[in-house]
């Protein structure tokens, strides 16, 4: 018997302007920008909100925070 399985991905943007796609139920905490980039070293002043993936790896994103967890939220209904 043939399984498919579908994975939904939120569709986010980079500070460059690109694209990247994420898997919800790889994100292990979000986290938005707490003050200057001297406070954050890890979002630049055009990024909004930090991603750490189940891989370690972590993607700074333009949205807020709160719109990433919404998304997140109705991509795991």
Same mark, same amino acid.
Do not use: F, Y
């Given at each position: 018997?043939?399984?498919?399985?579908?994975?939904?991905?939120?569709?986010?943007?980079?500070?460059?302007?690109?694209?990247? !796609?994420?898997?919800? @139920?790889?994100?292990?905490?979000?986290?938005?920008? *707490?003050?200057?980039?001297? $406070?954050?070293?890890?979002?630049?002043?055009?990024?909004?909100?930090? !991603?750490?993936?189940? @891989?370690?790896?972590?993607?700074?994103?333009?949205? *807020?925070?709160?719109?990433? $967890?919404?998304?997140?939220?109705?991509?795991?209904?």
């Amino acid at each position: 018997m043939d399984m498919l399985l579908a994975a939904a991905l939120v569709m986010l943007h980079r500070v460059d302007g690109g694209e990247v !796609l994420i898997n919800p @139920d790889q994100v292990t905490s979000v986290h938005a920008r *707490t003050g200057g980039a001297d $406070k954050n070293r890890h979002l630049t002043n055009e990024a909004h909100c930090a !991603l750490w993936l189940t @891989d370690g790896k972590l993607v700074s994103v333009v949205e *807020t925070c709160d719109r990433v $967890k919404q998304l997140l939220e109705e991509t795991r209904r």
